[in-house]
Structures are given as C-alpha cells and as structure tokens.
C-alpha cells in the first residue's frame, strides 16, 4: 500500500487549495478514503471521508461548507478541495486508506497566513 499526497502550500486567509493523494499497491476503488489533519501540538482529526464509489461523504464540522472531498477510481486518487482557508486550518494533511486505519501518506504541508 502506498499513499502519496501532494498539492501543499502557503496560502492566505481566504484562499483555496486543492490536494490530491495518488493511491497504489491495492485494489483502490473497493475501498473507502480519507483526509485527516495535524496541526503542531494538536491530535490528528478527521476531515473528510469518502465512500468507494463516492456517493457517502462526511466532513468534519469545522470544515463543512469549504472542503469538498471527491474521488477519480480510474486514476486511483482522492482530492481535497479546500475553499475559504483560514489559519486554523494550518497543518499536515494525510491520506488514509479506510478511515483510521494503518495505512498513511507522508503528508502534505498547508500554511494558512498572511
């Protein structure tokens, strides 16, 4: 299994971003996907969860509105599209196979300042 998240950045407050999380080693399309963050002292938190064929998806309240979690199973990549930015949302942001489970990206830095 192998997750490989891109798309990172400094942005200002009000900004957009969009990640992608390029999947491999495992049959991708069957199985649901997720974004979680870390920010610096804080516990990783779910952002957003996606079914295998997308058609269930869940955010976090705190992001709901402005993020948009999709899916491309012909390309075996999950996307976040994150609108609206605000410094709270400065952190390292990871793919996760499942929800939870074992299997992580390294993650992809987004810096939210002016």
């Known amino acids: 299994v192998q997750l490989v998240e891109s798309g990172g950045g400094l942005v200002q407050p009000g900004g957009s971003l969009r990640l992608s999380c390029a999947a491999s080693?495992?049959?991708?399309?069957?199985?649901?996907m997720s974004w979680h963050r870390q920010a610096p002292g804080k516990e990783r938190e779910l952002v957003a969860s996606?079914?295998?064929?997308?058609?269930?998806?869940e955010y976090a309240d705190s992001v709901k509105g402005r993020f948009t979690i999709s899916r491309d199973n012909a390309k075996e990549t999950v996307y976040l599209q994150m609108n609206s930015l605000k410094p709270d949302d400065t952190a390292m942001y990871y793919c996760?196979?499942?929800?939870?489970?074992?299997?992580w990206g390294q993650g992809t830095q987004v810096t939210v300042s002016s």
């Open positions: 080693g495992f049959s991708f399309s069957i199985w649901h």
């Open positions: 996760n196979r499942g929800v939870g489970s074992e299997y």
């Open positions: 996606i079914s295998s064929g997308g058609g269930s998806i």
